[in-house]
């Protein structure tokens, strides 16, 4: 998620929506993928739209690495901005609350009401700080379908997510191709390129790097907001293109035509980066930073599903594919995508695959497109119609 | 420059050679772009083979943001690896010191023996810290010209540089139509874009959040270690490619086969920047990190020499021009350099222009290549033919 769409957003939500709370392995511990465990595990998340009768109207929306369970409409009318994906989520809307009930929860390792390592360790009663667990994409999905089993729901009619969202996606449809009748993976890839690795490194360096990091505990003193702007900064040059930058920014100076001869921000691109990072720091957990960024670097579908062979790792799923990627995401390029997608193919699986023509880079999943919207609308529409 | 190239680097050096230094601005101060002065300026600079009668084969090679003027052979027998282009300039070589005379000098704003921020102020007998003037990439050159000067030098045959360097050889040309004949601007730009200063940006605000920076004063305390590591471990992603990455690192972990779960270097790309990080500290300063790439940001050359019109800019060129630019470099892409050719051409200037196809980014122009070999090689048999 990014805080780039902001002056794009319509505004034209759902209304009032209510941040709700669910907490799971309170008599047992909750088995990681790294051999650790964590108990009282709270899911934060969200709904939209009304539950049928069948409960065949269930679409899980799976946010990427800084988002939240808050999707659409306002928490309270006077909120400045309404959820994250809110041009998306609503009535008459790409995925439309009209005819869907639409869940969102915040992944585990976040720190947007869910358990992370900025919660409380109910054994120390301190912050887990980095005491907290390695999670995994598929812990994330472990913990998701916690939430889909106690509100009793069965099957999903749809899942959707990009970026980060997207790799829990594909660790759904892996995991619980019973359940899963059909999945929208945006943006995202099966497994982090070097490349992308890289960054996230860097970025974590630099958190870490900062002495009020203190191994990763300072929740009670000064937070390393410096790290964490930067790390920020470097995530947001990765989310957008050569070609949007210098559509918005070019070389464009903050203030005035001279040149300053500082060091302070005097490029509008500068300055924005810098506002990024500032703004990223009131809302986000260093830690939570570190550990989502460690878990997507983990992820990698061949690799722990199919034996390295990633048609191998979609053998048993049985779920209708939408892939999208787009053309400016240099982050997860579209190539990343057409490897999934062959995959899928050679499992016989009902895959559509759509490489939109994007010059915003990796945000351009969440920005208003109405390409995007009628992709995701009509293939809502034709697994609906199915089920 | 980049370390990158070592283990391809063949060793088989012009021997030994030695750094010598020049003096100016002894008696009144150097004028910069900036309004300010310096006095007491230092070049630190190499030449390689033997000037001519005529004085007519003189090449002068402009290094990268961290390179140097030890471009070729070893300073000492025992030096466990040769200059920085020595893969390039040498007897029989690309740049061939059997026929020319190769000059290559630090810039001024650097660290490695030119005047710069960690130099000695003489009216402070302290280090300048970040009371060194802002220098802009003409101050570059005109520091240059005083060294071709004191050479008593009238003519240049041929100007080379890539990034940085390319910069350089642009400028160059701009400035001093009549005494520059030929200009290889290699894997560079006429201004940087907004993603190349973003990078820039955010590398160096990594620096100036390390403590230790202490604002740019730094050099009787401990240096910002950290911050300057995490700066080039930025850049270095930048002068790599997706490509490159993937075929060099991939996935590959560094010790072992099974995940870590902690915040330490697993991944070989990320085990690997640590590596250029850590180097880097070593040799560089990290004052001169800001004060260059600074400079960088800055360089425009239709800003600054043609009311924002680059074919006003190149209007007074008499060089001629060989611009080379590699498929897979996205810090300075070749549409970058066609942009410039373009400007070029319509002043009907004698340009020839080769997009490499290689795969390992910005850093292409350092590495092995009979292509790049062969171009510069025939390019420079042309012109000092001409001559």
Request: charged content about 20%; overall charge negative.
């Amino acid at each position: 998620m990014s805080e780039y769409i902001e002056q794009n957003q319509t505004g034209t939500g759902i209304g009032k929506v209510e941040k709700q709370f669910f907490t799971f392995a309170t008599h047992h511990r909750m088995k990681l993928e790294s051999g650790d465990s964590l108990s009282h595990v709270t899911i934060a998340y969200e709904t939209c739209g009304t539950l049928n009768k069948n409960k065949s109207n269930v679409i899980l929306v799976l946010h990427a690495l800084s988002g939240d369970s808050h999707m659409a409409g306002y928490y309270d009318f006077e909120d400045a901005k309404p959820g994250w994906w809110d041009i998306m989520v609503g009535p008459g809307k790409g995925i439309d609350t009209d005819r869907y009930f639409v869940i969102c929860s915040n992944i585990i390792g976040s720190c947007a009401g869910s358990t992370g390592p900025s919660s409380i360790n109910l054994e120390t009663n301190k912050e887990y700080g980095t005491s907290f667990p390695f999670v995994t994409i598929g812990d994330m999905v472990e913990a998701q379908k916690a939430l889909i089993n106690h509100l009793n729901i069965k099957s999903i009619l749809s899942l959707i997510g990009g970026s980060v969202g997207g790799m829990q996606v594909l660790e759904w449809c892996v995991r619980y191709p019973d359940m899963v009748q059909s999945a929208i993976p945006l943006a995202t890839t099966t497994r982090h390129s070097a490349l992308a690795i890289a960054f996230n490194e860097v970025a974590r360096q630099a958190i870490m790097a900062d002495p009020n990091w203190n191994q990763g505990h300072y929740y009670s003193e000064k937070k390393p907001d410096m790290g964490l702007a930067i790390a920020r900064m470097i995530g947001h040059i990765t989310y957008l293109s050569d070609e949007s930058m210098r559509l918005k920014f070019g070389r464009k100076l903050q203030n005035k035509s001279a040149l300053s001869f500082n060091f302070g921000a005097e490029f509008q691109v500068e300055s924005y980066l810098q506002h990024q990072g500032n703004k990223f720091i009131e809302r986000f957990d260093a830690n939570s930073f570190l550990y989502i960024t460690k878990a997507a670097d983990y992820f990698d579908l061949a690799g722990q599903h199919g034996s390295n062979s990633l048609v191998k790792a979609f053998s048993k799923c049985k779920s209708k594919f939408l892939v999208i990627s787009f053309t400016s995401d240099w982050l997860y390029p579209t190539y990343q995508s057409k490897e999934m997608v062959k995959a899928m193919k050679k499992n016989d699986l009902d895959v559509s695959f759509c490489e939109i023509d994007a010059q915003w880079g990796h945000d351009a999943f969440l920005l208003p497109s109405d390409r995007l919207d009628n992709l995701i609308r009509g293939f809502l529409r034709s697994v609906s119609n199915e089920g």
